[in-house]
């Protein structure tokens, strides 16, 4: 186990990687970043998920003279949200030294693309086919490239973008670092790398470390509108020591954390809007049981180190296998057992599935809990405590009270009464959210290409993300 502080970062790279929250490399980051500081090419075989992003993004930036105002850094990606997505962690790794990334992409207005560039970006994060119409219009020149990075090769070239690939490599005039990230090493991507790499060095994550020990896996079919009352029911019912609830978007983790207040619970959320004074607050509040329950997306919780983490709630389903995967081993840690519930709504069965296959799991389905349900569990938990303290003999300095209350009244009435008082009933404030679009993940749509008189199969997955 790495810490980033392991890999003798520069101050301001060290002092951003801190105010993500960021503490414990992933795998792929343990090995990848030394060897990419040391200027070396590098291919690294990861999925989606594995934090590979910050495993290039830290050497890209470290590269940056912010001196030179020419670009200085590519990252290539297959789709927009995926440069998109690219260019919003980048930013945030290069904010404290002042780099700057710019996201380019098909179907945005490539003159307000233009127009952003002349504010002088040090790295692109760009889709292939729109990176060329700049490098024709000469609106971006690659001749002050430090760092290429080729990111999800793989699906680049299953889309057929091999040629655009191969034309923007060719086209970088000034020696460079290449770096290629791809989830499988097909024959079309081994001979990207022979062409345009200089003895690169191979890291490979492998598909192992996807699996999951010690945790309960679970999940709730439920309707959007009704997830946030089944939340509660849960933790009302499962009574978790620390739980993480994970949503899909700050605006989503901000509703969940307040919504959770409203209706009595000890709550807070972290996402990457938040100062690093309030994070760390919240992390320690956590740490110290001050507050029961974290909501988090993704990106805050990557790397957090917390113990007695017993359940893991995906209010909204990961956008991956290895996010799930992340996601769930906030608990299960130390040999403890550890619980992790998913939500989805009917729409999502099939990416759900798509999960299971990748992390060869199942998950038991769980019906929502009803209302009566969750009262016989909390009378149920009374119940338990009140034995526990008889057990232990915990009760010496209130017996004289008790003598003198059932001098009153009979004791099924004075027990019943005081069973009411300590049973946690319902809060059922009302809680808006603001909806959010189910993920989709299509295997139906196949596409069969020719490849050495063999047919190939190219599975593509089509998310929908708000």
Not at 10 to 19: F, V
Not at 87 to 102: C, P, S
Not at 267 to 289: C, M, N, P, Y
Not at 360 to 367: E, F, G, I, L
Request: net charge positive; with cysteine; proline share 4%.
């Amino acid at each position: 186990m790495k810490n980033f502080s392991d890999f003798h970062l520069s101050k301001d790279i060290e002092k951003a990687i801190h105010n993500l929250g960021f503490e414990e490399a992933t795998p792929i980051q343990a090995e990848a970043i030394p060897i990419a500081m040391t200027g070396k090419d590098l291919i690294g075989q990861a999925q989606t998920g594995t934090g590979k992003t910050t495993a290039f993004g830290i050497p890209l930036i470290e590269r940056v003279e912010l001196d030179e105002e020419a670009i200085q850094g590519i990252v290539l990606a297959p789709t927009r949200e995926l440069a998109i997505q690219v260019a919003e962690e980048l930013n945030r790794i290069g904010q404290v030294k002042g780099v700057k990334t710019l996201p380019i992409y098909g179907g945005q207005d490539i003159n307000r693309q233009i127009k952003a560039l002349k504010n002088r970006p040090h790295i692109i994060s760009a889709t292939p086919g729109r990176l060329m119409d700049h490098m024709k219009r000469r609106t971006i020149r690659l001749n002050h490239i430090r760092t290429a990075v080729l990111d999800e090769a793989d699906e680049m070239l299953n889309m057929g973008f091999i040629e655009d690939i191969q034309t923007i490599l060719g086209g970088i005039s000034s020696p460079h670092q290449t770096l290629l990230f791809s989830a499988t090493m097909s024959k079309q991507v081994q001979g990207l790398a022979q062409k345009f790499m200089n003895n690169p060095e191979l890291v490979r994550v492998k598909a192992k470390e996807l699996t999951v020990k010690n945790i309960e896996q679970r999940y709730v079919e439920i309707p959007e509108n009704r997830k946030f009352d089944v939340l509660c029911n849960l933790v009302d019912l499962q009574a978790p020591d620390l739980a993480i609830v994970f949503g899909r978007t700050k605006k989503r983790v901000d509703e969940l954390a307040e919504g959770l207040k409203k209706r009595g619970y000890a709550a807070e959320g972290i996402h990457g809007d938040l100062t690093q004074s309030k994070r760390a607050d919240v992390i320690r509040q956590f740490k110290e049981h001050t507050i029961e329950i974290m909501v988090a997306t993704d990106v805050a919780a990557r790397g957090l180190d917390i113990t007695g983490v017993s359940h893991v709630y995906n209010f909204d389903i990961p956008q991956d296998p290895e996010s799930y995967v992340h996601r769930i081993g906030r608990t299960g840690r130390a040999g403890t057992k550890g619980l992790a519930v998913t939500f989805i709504t009917s729409r999502e069965r099939n990416h759900l599935k798509v999960i299971e296959d990748v992390t060869k799991t199942r998950m038991s389905r769980q019906s929502p809990p009803t209302s009566s349900e969750v009262m016989a569990g909390n009378q149920e938990a009374i119940i338990h405590r009140v034995l526990n303290t008889i057990d232990k003999k915990e009760f010496g300095e209130y017996k004289h009270v008790a003598e003198k209350l059932l001098e009153e009244v009979d004791s099924v009435t004075l027990l019943s009464a005081t069973l009411k008082l300590l049973t946690k009933e319902s809060n059922m404030a009302p809680v808006q959210l603001t909806e959010v679009a189910p993920l989709r993940n299509e295997k139906a749509k196949t596409e069969h290409k020719r490849s050495r008189g063999r047919k190939e199969t190219v599975w593509r997955e089509k998310k929908y993300r708000k």
